[in-house]
């Protein structure tokens, strides 16, 4: 038997004994007379058998608790490998993404010193009116090549950009409130129109033209 069973083995001894003294003494004048030194032994012997194997118990149950809790330890260390991993990777390709993304503010000129043929790369800034249905801006212009407005809103009415060409849709993005998106599209040279394509906030005044020359 293990030291659990022996624990509660000499419990139920020592309590059943107790009772049996107990109801001896009740009904037996002389009790325990000549046997007190066999009662005083048997008790002795009992107690030291429940101290001992509770103390023997006790320290299994703590080398078992141990044991779970470096077992639970590896667990977490190894899931938040696992989780460490998919993070960096998202981090980086983040980080590679928004590195193409990254543009200045302005025009600025895509070819080398002394090149020629390269396409240009333009960055506008564009804000909605904050109470009103408007544009900061009505008329942008910009090289051609790839052409960049970034779009800030201020206003917690949603509002959007979208570049058209002759009525159709070059580029644009969903309607944003209190919030910053950019809107890119490579353009030749020519006229174009950018709007907020929320129903009637163009006919309500937000549009401008974009000149690409």
């Given at each position: ?18 009772l049996a003294v107990t109801f001896a003494g009740l ?187």
């Amino acid at each position: 038997m293990d030291n659990e069973t022996l624990f509660y083995a000499c419990g139920i001894v020592l309590a059943v004994s107790a009772l049996a003294v107990t109801f001896a003494g009740l009904k037996l004048k002389d009790f325990p007379g000549k046997a007190l030194p066999i009662v005083i032994l048997w008790f002795a012997v009992f107690v030291l058998g429940a101290t001992t194997f509770a103390v023997r118990y006790s320290g299994e149950e703590q080398e078992a608790r141990a044991v779970e809790l470096e077992q639970a330890g590896e667990e977490i260390e190894a899931a938040e490998g696992e989780g460490g991993g998919v993070s960096g990777e998202t981090e980086k390709a983040e980080a590679e993404a928004g590195s193409g993304e990254e543009e200045p503010v302005g025009p600025t000129e895509g070819a080398a010193q002394g090149g020629k043929g390269a396409a240009a790369s333009t960055t506008l800034a564009l804000a909605a009116d904050p109470t009103a249905l408007a544009f900061d801006k009505t008329e942008l212009s910009a090289k051609p090549g790839k052409v960049t407005i970034d779009f800030t809103n201020p206003a917690p009415i949603p509002h959007n950009v979208v570049i058209l060409e002759n009525g159709k849709e070059l580029a644009g993005f969903e309607p944003i409130a209190e919030g910053e998106k950019s809107v890119s599209a490579d353009l030749e040279a020519g006229t174009y129109t950018y709007i907020c394509s929320v129903p009637g906030h163009a006919q309500a005044g937000m549009e401008g033209t974009l000149e690409v020359k």
